[in-house]
């Protein structure tokens, strides 16, 4: 792709997933966009971050998101930039009900960029908060 990769990358995690999500295509091509996305700083041509969702709506027409950025990029915009889009990507989904995200406790800017999307926090497992985001009251 022609962008660099930093060594701090949390590429084991991804990595890992990315034949099964490779598989997941072949088998189904309608989870194309329901896997891992990456963040591309376009400036410097630099691998970022990563998000996406674990799949394809459930039977009650949840997702879970995830993402995260490299902390040299942190507190720029960048993450809420691209889980903004991913949200509206999931608007044009039909079918599609909820989205939900986990964030730890301590990360006080992840949470900044839930409760901004419009998520609300609906559970608290030790230092992990969930969050939730229905789509039907858009």
């Known amino acids: ?12 995690e991804v990595l890992d997933f990315f034949p099964m999500y490779a598989q997941m295509l072949v088998d189904d091509p309608s989870q194309l966009g329901w896997g891992i996305w990456l963040m591309i700083h376009i400036a410097d ?3 970022i971050g990563d998000l996406g969702f674990g799949g394809k709506r459930d039977r009650t027409g949840t997702v879970e998101m995830g993402y995260e950025v490299l902390s040299a990029y942190r507190q720029q915009g960048f ?7 991913l949200v509206d990507f999931t608007f044009t989904q039909p079918e599609l009900k909820r989205i939900i995200a986990h964030s ?3 990360r006080v800017a ?5 409760e901004k999307l419009g998520m609300q926090q609906i559970a608290r497992d030790e230092n992990l908060l969930k969050w939730e985001l229905k789509l039907e009251s858009k």
């Not at 792709?1 to 084991?12: I, R």
């Not at 993450?79 to 889009?85: C, D, P, Q, R, Y």
């Open 104 to 106: 730890p406790d301590e």
């Open 45 to 47: 041509s630099t691998l």
């Open 79 to 85: 993450a809420f930039e691209a889980v903004e889009a």
């Open 1 to 12: 792709m022609g962008v660099w990769v930093p060594d701090d990358w949390y590429a084991s």
């Open 110 to 114: 992840s949470i900044r960029i839930l």
